[in-house]
T-cell receptor, first 114, second 114 residues
Framework: DGGITQSPKYLFRKEGQNVTLSCEQN?????MYWYRQDPGQGLRLIYY???????QKGDIAEGYSVSREKKESFPLTVTSAQKNPTAFYLC?????????????FGDGTRLSIL | GQQLNQSPQSMFIQEGEDVSMNCTSS?????WLWYKQDPGEGPVLLIA?????ELTSNGRLTAQFGITRKDSFLNISASIPSDVGIYFC??????????????FGQGTILTVHP
């Protein structure tokens, strides 16, 4: 089945530890996005990538890093510099780097602090 | 970052009732999207609107793109228990450096009592 796969579903981080969240899509989408969702708030953009080997900071990039070495993969690393990492993280992708095609989402990864 | 003003924040209704929610912005958008999110899942696209004044239906759901391009509404008719979830609006600004970036509302939490 085509879709966007995020893993793991649940992740726990110890203090001082970096953790990496996986996002893979087999939709041949060009652009990929990472969002953070906190209770009672809308989605906030962390990083996005329109093409392979290129990515830009979103609204809340501090404490996060990404890479886009392959079209189908856009992993997010939550670094120890992110002091409040507990949240629901959503990956999205869309066809075309610009334009008005809608974004489609994965099922999310819930990150908690140990 | 900019957010859309989505209202109401929450709704408690009886099964069979109609529901209406809306989003407003001070900025013009050229695309409006409505998503539904079930607990612990990623948002799923319900309706996409691409033209000012456009009225689009998807089953019991109807959404409209406001004439001013600064607002949109979503109606759900004859609600059923599986309509429970969080509904998000999202807007895409025209051209420039937006690169498909979406601005999200804070969400409307819908509870349906049988």
């Amino acid at each position: 089945d085509g879709g966007i796969t995020q893993s793991p579903k649940y992740l726990f981080r110890k203090e001082g530890q970096n953790v990496t969240l996986s996002c893979e899509q087999n939709l041949n989408h060009d652009a990929m996005y990472w969002y953070r969702q906190d209770p009672g708030q809308g989605l906030r953009l962390i990083y996005y990538s329109q093409i392979v080997n290129d990515f830009q900071k979103g609204d809340i990039a501090e404490g996060y890093s990404v890479s886009r070495e392959k079209k189908e993969s856009f992993p997010l690393t939550v670094t120890s510099a992110q002091k409040n990492p507990t949240a629901f993280y959503l990956c999205a992708s869309k066809l075309g780097s610009g334009g008005n095609q809608p974004q489609h989402f994965g099922d999310g990864t819930r990150l908690s602090i140990l | 970052g900019q957010q859309l003003n989505q209202s109401p924040q929450s709704m408690f209704i009886q099964e069979g009732e109609d529901v209406s929610m809306n989003c407003t912005s001070s900025s013009i958008f050229n695309t409006w999207l409505w998503y539904k999110q079930d607990p612990g899942e990623g948002p799923v696209l319900l309706i996409a609107l691409y033209k000012a004044g456009e009225l689009t239906s998807n089953g019991r759901l109807t959404a409209q793109f406001g004439i001013t391009r600064k607002d949109s509404f979503l109606n759900i008719s004859a609600s059923i228990p599986s309509d429970v979830g969080i509904y998000f609006c999202a807007g895409l600004q025209a051209g420039g450096t937006s690169y498909g970036k979406l601005t999200f509302g804070q969400g409307t939490i819908l509870t349906v009592h049988p």
